[in-house]
């Protein structure tokens, strides 16, 4: 998916799939960085098994550079 795809999309989790053409890496890489090491990843991450799942607005939130400690001081 590109970022206005991400925007224009009516789900509101995301998979390792839909993001990462825009990070430029392989979608197994990201699950596999999302169940060893989730923080390292910039945003949140849901995992549950073998399912990785990424909220929508939170990941384009990082894609403007608002973090959570941003959204925590507002």
């Not at 979608?27 to 549950?48: E, M, N, T, W």
């Not at 990941?59 to 959570?68: A, H, P, Q």
Request: hydrophobic share 40%; aromatic share 6%; net charge positive.
């Amino acid at each position: 998916m590109t970022i206005e795809e991400i925007r224009a999309s009516t789900k509101d989790m995301l998979t390792p799939m839909d993001i990462a053409p825009i990070l430029r890496c392989n979608a197994y890489s990201i699950s596999v960085q999302a169940r060893d090491d989730p923080l390292k990843l910039g945003f949140p991450v849901c995992v549950v098994g073998h399912r990785t799942k990424i909220p929508k607005q939170a990941f384009l939130n990082w894609l403007s550079g608002i973090t959570i400690q941003d959204n925590a001081r507002t």
